[in-house]
C-alpha cells in the first residue's frame, strides 16, 4: 500500500469508529476485507487511526472536521506536512483536497481541544490532579511504552533482556520496578520470541509491576486476586513468593487463557468459579484492580476517553463500592484488602477506599500510592486496607 493508500483505510475505519463500532472491531473488520495488505501496511492503519484517536479534538480542529477525512488531514496538519501531497485522488489515496478543506482548520484553542479532552472531563481532571492536569492529558496524546515483566521464578530481568535480544527484541530495563523491561524495538516480534514463549517475560504495563512489588505477599500463605481478568497481576505476585494462588472474575471467560498462562510461568492458579470464594476464604490478601474508566490507560484504549460520560462515572463508582463490599469478608482478620485502578481520576480512586473505610469503620486505610502516566507506566492507583483490630 502506497502512503496515501494507509491514509485512505485509516479513514474509512475512522468513520466506522465515529459511527459507534469499537476500535479494535473497526480494525480486525478492515484487516478481514483487505487481505491485499501485508503486516507492515495493517500496522501503518492501526498507528494512523490510534494517533487519531488520541488526538481526536485537535486534529479535528486542524483539520477542519471531526469526520474520518478530517482527523486524518489534521493529523498530517499537526506532522508539519502538507495533506495536499497525500490527498491527491491518485490510485487509492483520497480524494484531493476542496478549496473548503484547503483554507479550513486552526489551532486547537479551548483547553478540551488541547488537551484532547471530552469538556466535561476537563474541570475533573483539575480537581483531581491539581497542577499536574495538563501534563497529564497531553501525555495521554502520545503513544504508549510496551513493558514487559520479567519472571523472577524464571530468570533475572538481564537474563530476560539478553533472551529477548536473540529475536531482535531491544529491551532496556527500567527504574519504575525491579522486574520492569522497556521495549526499545522490535516490540512485533514479541509474542514470537522465546522468551516470551519458555515464560521469561510477560507483557505489563511498568505501573501495574510496580504496584504489584508494593503489595505485601505472605509467605506461605493464601492471596485471591479477585478481579482477576487475564490474571496479569496474580501472575506477578506469584512470581515474588511461595503461596496458593486464587483468581475469580465477574466475568470467568476472560480467565480463560490463565491456566495456560500459569503454566507457561511456572506457577499454578486456581481458578475460582463465580460464587466460589467464601466456600475457600479467608484469605491473607485480597487483591480488587477494579473495573473503571481506564483514564491512566487511554494512550492504549483512546476511543475509551471519547466513549466515557458522567453517567458512566458513576456508574463505575457503584460497582467499585459494591465489589470493596463483597471482597472483604473474605480476608482473614490480620490479612490486607487491596484496592487498584488504572484511573487517573480521585472519584474512582482515594475517593472510594475513603467512603468504604465510612461504611465499614472496622476498616483503616494503611497505605496508598498513585502512579502518574509516564515513559515506562500508565495512571495507576493502589491502597492497602487492614482492619483497625488486626496485627
Keep these: 500500500m502506497t502512503p496515501g493508500a494507509r491514509v485512505a483505510a485509516a479513514i474509512h475505519v475512522l468513520d466506522e469508529i465515529l459511527a459507534g463500532t469499537p476500535a479494535e472491531k473497526a480494525l480486525t473488520g478492515w484487516a478481514r476485507r483487505a487481505r491485499y495488505a501485508g503486516a507492515k501496511d495493517r500496522a501503518a492503519v492501526r498507528d494512523h487511526v490510534f494517533d487519531a484517536l488520541r488526538c481526536r479534538r485537535s486534529y479535528a480542529a486542524l483539520g477542519g472536521a471531526g469526520t474520518g477525512r478530517g482527523l486524518m488531514i489534521g493529523a498530517t496538519r499537526a506532522a508539519g506536512e502538507r495533506p495536499e501531497a497525500l490527498f491527491t485522488g491518485s490510485g487509492y489515496a483520497p480524494a484531493a483536497l476542496t478549496p473548503a478543506e484547503a483554507a479550513a482548520g486552526t489551532p486547537p484553542r479551548q483547553t478540551g481541544a488541547r488537551w484532547d479532552l471530552p469538556d466535561w472531563l476537563v474541570p475533573v481532571f483539575r ?20 513493558m514487559l515483566r520479567a519472571n523472577l521464578g524464571k530468570c533475572t530481568p538481564a537474563d530476560a ?42 507483557l ?32 506477578a505476585l506469584a512470581a515474588r513468593a511461595s503461596a496458593a494462588w486464587f483468581a475469580h472474575d465477574a466475568a470467568p471467560q476472560r480467565m480463560a487463557d ?10 499454578e492458579v486456581r481458578v475460582l468459579a463465580p460464587g466460589e470464594s467464601p ?10 484492580d477494579v473495573p473503571c474508566s481506564g483514564s491512566g490507560t487511554w494512550r492504549r484504549t483512546p476511543d475509551a476517553k471519547w466513549r466515557l460520560t458522567p453517567e458512566d462515572l458513576e456508574a463505575l463508582m457503584r460497582r467499585q463500592d459494591a465489589i470493596l463490599d463483597a471482597a472483604a469478608p473474605l480476608v482473614a482478620p490480620a490479612g490486607r484488602l487491596a484496592y487498584a485502578t488504572c484511573s487517573v481520576l480521585a472519584e ?39 482492619r483497625k483490630d488486626g496485627l
Design 258 to 267: 490463565l491456566p495456560a498462562r500459569a503454566a507457561r510461568a511456572g506457577v
Design 204 to 235: 505489563q504495563d511498568g505501573s501495574s509491576q510496580a504496584a504489584m512489588a508494593a503489595l505485601p505477599v505472605p509467605e506461605g500463605g493464601r492471596v485471591l486476586d479477585y478481579c482477576a481478568g487475564g490474571g496479569g497481576k496474580v501472575l
Design 348 to 386: 474512582e480512586n482515594i475517593d472510594r477506599v475513603t467512603a468504604f473505610c465510612s461504611r465499614a469503620p472496622g476498616w483503616r486505610i494503611a497505605d496508598s500510592r498513585t502512579w502518574p502516566v509516564s515513559d515506562a507506566g500508565d495512571g495507576f492507583f493502589l491502597a492497602i486496607l487492614s
Design 127 to 146: 480537581r483531581c490532579l491539581g497542577a499536574e492536569a495538563e501534563a497529564t492529558a497531553l501525555a495521554l496524546r502520545a503513544r504508549a511504552p510496551v
Design 279 to 288: 466456600s475457600q476464604a479467608p484469605f491473607d490478601l485480597v487483591l480488587c
Design 161 to 202: 533482556v539478553d533472551a529477548l535480544a536473540e529475536d531482535g527484541v531491544v529491551a532496556r530495563t527500567h527504574a519504575i520496578a525491579p522486574t520492569a523491561l522497556r521495549v526499545e524495538a522490535g516490540a512485533r516480534r514479541v509474542a514470537g520470541s522465546r522468551a516470551y514463549r519458555a515464560g521469561l517475560v510477560e
